[in-house]
């Protein structure tokens, strides 16, 4: 294999890893857009960020793509009124994750683009290698 094919394959495996962890981060805001704290003075789940930093691979001088941190959405929690919930402070709100599932859904879309885009890259590396190894058998 040509330092050039398995330079792509790595950095399209990088990708495909990283856009994996942003998917499950993903799915675990999706799960939890409803959950409330159990009291009023408990805070309800918080919309999780992955953090992602370029990583130069020394061997291949390839810049490769890694999820380094998830962080806290630090955006406010939404209130909505509802009395009888145990978690209702004493005006009869209470406080919902800072989910949006419009949001999670669009990111959801856009990393599953990603993947599909560097599958893609995968796919077109094997069909280039097995083709030179076609000419190279001539």
Known sequence: ???NASDTL???AAGLRAQSARMRII???????SSTGRTPDE???QRQMPVFRAEL????GANLVRMTDVRADESEFRLVYEPGHPAANGDGYVRY??????IELMDMREAQRSYEANMNMVEGTRRMMERTLDLLRR
């Not at 799915?27 to 857009?33: D, G």
Request: no cysteine; aromatic share 4%.
């Open 1 to 3: 294999m040509s330092n």
């Open 10 to 12: 790595q950095i399209a």
């Open 27 to 33: 799915a675990e805001n999706l799960a939890n857009a």
């Open 43 to 45: 805070n309800p789940y």
């Open 57 to 60: 691979d020394r061997v291949t």
């Open 97 to 102: 994750p800072n989910v949006s599932s419009l």
